[in-house]
């Protein structure tokens, strides 16, 4: 069992920047693909980055490339992501997720399906 722990959402204004944070228990964390997701209101939870167990290897929606990054640190169990340039549309309830990969993990994962854990959620809000 895994369990996530998001935090560092809060209201910012446009153009402003944020550090998501994702604590990871129960397991090692470079055993487990990691990814983050949003969903906004009224609209399915969607990818917005996504990492290999080691690290080596990250995806990122076409609609945060360039602004957002991914990062993990393993010895602390922890994922990131860091938000910069944000924009009234990025307001969302931001998820962290994880699915066991196997040591050596060389895979990301990109739908929701693909994860068997999930972190409670923290709001971003971004201000016009």
């Known amino acids: 069992q895994v369990q996530l722990v998001e935090s560092g959402g809060g209201l910012v204004q446009a153009g402003g920047s944020l550090r998501l944070s994702c604590a990871a228990s129960?397991?090692?964390?470079?055993?487990?693909?990691m990814g983050w997701f949003r969903q906004a209101p009224g609209k399915q939870r969607a990818v917005v980055s996504a990492?290999?167990?080691?690290?080596?290897?990250?995806d990122a929606a076409d609609s945060v490339k360039g602004r957002f990054t991914i990062s993990r640190d393993n010895a602390k169990n922890t994922v990131y992501l860091k938000m910069n340039s944000l924009k009234p549309e990025d307001t969302a309830v931001y998820y962290c997720?994880?699915?066991?990969?196997?040591?050596?993990?060389?895979?990301?994962?990109?739908?929701?399906?693909?994860?068997?854990?999930w972190g409670q959620g923290t709001q971003v809000t971004v201000s016009s």
């Open positions: 990492i290999t167990g080691s690290g080596e290897h990250t």
């Open positions: 129960g397991r090692t964390a470079s055993m487990y693909a």
């Open positions: 997720a994880a699915t066991y990969s196997g040591g050596g993990g060389s895979y990301y994962y990109t739908r929701t399906t693909d994860y068997d854990y």
